[in-house]
Nanobody, 128 residues
Framework: QLQFVESGGGLVQPGGSLRLSCAAS????????ISWARQAPGMEREGVSW????????KYVDSVKGRFTISRDNAENTVYLEMSGLKPEDTAVYYC?????????????????????WGRGTQVTVST
């Protein structure tokens, strides 16, 4: 059974940092593209960052560029999201998601509707 467990969320002051982890079980992570997404209260879920199965393609939503870094450790079956310079508008539940890697005709990496496997999320709150 494919399963994700996110961790590392919490309360942090503006300008602070957090490192989110997403540990996968039940499948081998290196066959999957990964996304971190977030959902704030009353808002739609939005993609934040993406990394393909090989780790050769990385993308970020404009609002987090230069502040967030996605990485993966396939040996540990874990994906990370390093967040710095956090702002109150980064407050949300953060989820990791996976889809099986595709070929040259695969849908765009950033298309969240193609991600079939989702974790339960970890809360990030940025506040004084």
């Amino acid at each position: 059974q494919l399963q994700f467990v996110e961790s590392g969320g919490g309360l942090v002051q503006p300008g602070g940092s957090l490192r989110l982890s997403c540990a996968a079980s039940g499948f081998v992570l290196d066959s999957y593209d990964i996304s971190w997404a977030r959902q704030a209260p009353g808002m739609e879920r939005e993609g934040v960052s993406w990394i393909n199965a090989r780790g050769t393609i990385i993308k970020y939503v404009d609002s987090v560029k230069g502040r967030f870094t996605i990485s993966r450790d396939n040996a540990e079956n874990t994906v990370y999201l390093e967040m710095s310079g956090l702002k109150p508008e980064d407050t949300a539940v953060y989820y990791c998601a996976a889809r099986r890697r595709g070929g040259s005709d695969a849908p765009p990496l950033t298309d969240l509707t193609t991600y079939a496997y989702w974790g339960r999320g970890t809360q990030v709150t940025v506040s004084t």
